[in-house]
């Protein structure tokens, strides 16, 4: 992974606060180390995992031997109470289609993404050899289709929930919640993206002082307000930071930080794919 462009990427996420302009923090980093909170393409969280030669199969097999229910529909909303589908390319680039009817792909990810993850969507639904996929791409909420044959399914028991208006995020593990921490959100001139948006990139920041603190999770979600921001596009992540006082507050440019410590158990608690609902 390339320094510059991590650290640009994080620039571009809008996470700056009102008392830290995004670029001098960057240009202040440009000599911190950033590594992933574990290999690309590895999971610890997730409930199961398989090969997936049809949507409905996979996801029935997982669930039946996972978490001992009976075999599912072809509807990924037959999921078990906070269960989600997650599903990462293989090898080759992931093809995706505007319907399963269309015979030529809007266009392919790579297995990889530019940081030098396994590339991940979030599964919305199915149908027999399908899934209809949330993008890492604006608009924030679009979607297209997979071939299942084209990628691995697993199960992610974990959800985070972010409400703005009450500066909270709340962790849920299988529908329940397991933990609730205060969170700085996006001022009002650039305010948070709400919807249905997962995790990309978990990226451990060193040293672990700077604006961005300990760790910082990259979002499939973007800026409704800014198109660019630095040198890049403007994602929007959670992340820890060193202005511990902004925590409760709407200080941003649209990213959700948090103390370290509580990014430092997302770290040990999210694997890649998990849905971040932002309200």
Same mark, same amino acid.
């Given at each position: 992974?390339?320094?510059?462009?991590?650290?640009?990427?994080?620039?571009? %996420?809008?996470?700056?606060?009102?008392?830290?302009?995004? &670029?001098?923090?960057?240009?202040?980093?440009?000599?911190?180390?950033?590594?992933? +909170?574990?290999?690309?393409?590895?999971?610890?969280?997730? !409930?199961?995992?398989?090969?997936?030669?049809?949507?409905?199969?996979?996801?029935?097999?997982?669930?039946?031997?996972?978490?001992? /229910?009976?075999?599912?529909?072809?509807?990924?909303?037959?999921?078990?109470?906070? /269960?989600?589908?997650?599903?990462?390319?293989?090898?080759?680039? /992931?093809?995706? *289609? &505007? #319907?399963?009817?269309?015979? !030529?792909?809007?266009?392919?990810?790579? #297995?990889?993404?530019?940081?030098?993850?396994?590339? +991940?969507?979030?599964?919305?639904?199915?149908?027999?050899?399908?899934?209809?996929? *949330?993008?890492?791409?604006?608009?924030?909420?679009?979607?297209?289709?997979?071939?299942?044959?084209?990628?691995?399914?697993?199960?992610?028991?974990?959800?985070?929930?972010? $409400?703005?208006?009450?500066?909270?995020?709340?962790?849920?593990?299988?529908?329940?919640?397991?933990?609730?921490?205060?969170?700085?959100?996006?001022? %009002? %001139? =650039?305010?948070?993206?709400?919807?249905?948006?997962? !995790?990309?990139?978990?990226?451990?920041?060193?040293?672990?002082?700077?604006?961005?603190? =300990? *760790?910082?999770?990259?979002?499939?979600? *973007?800026?409704?307000?800014?198109? =660019?921001?630095?040198?890049?596009?403007?994602?929007? &992540?959670?992340?820890?930071? $060193?202005?511990?006082?902004?925590?409760?507050?709407?200080? #941003?440019?649209?990213?959700?930080?948090?103390? $370290?410590?509580?990014?430092?158990?997302?770290?040990?608690?999210?694997?890649?794919?998990?849905?971040?609902?932002? /309200?």
């Amino acid at each position: 992974m390339m320094l510059a462009a991590l650290v640009a990427a994080l620039v571009a %996420a809008g996470c700056g606060s009102v008392r830290h302009a995004p &670029a001098a923090a960057a240009a202040g980093h440009q000599s911190a180390r950033l590594a992933p +909170v574990w290999r690309p393409g590895g999971s610890r969280s997730a !409930v199961a995992s398989a090969g997936a030669t049809g949507a409905t199969t996979a996801i029935a097999s997982l669930a039946s031997r996972a978490l001992g /229910v009976e075999p599912l529909g072809a509807d990924v909303g037959g999921l078990p109470r906070g /269960v989600s589908a997650v599903a990462s390319a293989v090898a080759g680039p /992931v093809a995706v *289609y &505007a #319907s399963p009817h269309d015979p !030529v792909s809007d266009r392919q990810f790579p #297995s990889r993404n530019p940081f030098g993850f396994t590339q +991940v969507f979030l599964v919305k639904r199915s149908i027999r050899g399908w899934l209809e996929v *949330y993008l890492p791409v604006r608009p924030n909420d679009a979607t297209a289709w997979v071939r299942a044959s084209s990628v691995r399914v697993r199960l992610d028991q974990y959800r985070v929930i972010v $409400d703005t208006a009450r500066h909270e995020l709340t962790i849920l593990r299988a529908g329940r919640a397991v933990m609730h921490a205060p969170v700085g959100v996006g001022k %009002a %001139a =650039t305010p948070t993206p709400h919807g249905l948006f997962y !995790v990309l990139e978990e990226l451990r920041m060193t040293p672990s002082t700077g604006p961005y603190g =300990t *760790y910082a999770f990259g979002l499939s979600a *973007y800026s409704n307000v800014l198109t =660019t921001f630095g040198s890049g596009d403007a994602q929007v &992540a959670l992340h820890g930071t $060193d202005e511990p006082w902004t925590i409760g507050e709407n200080t #941003s440019n649209g990213c959700i930080h948090m103390s $370290d410590t509580v990014a430092d158990e997302l770290a040990r608690t999210l694997p890649l794919g998990t849905p971040v609902q932002i /309200v």
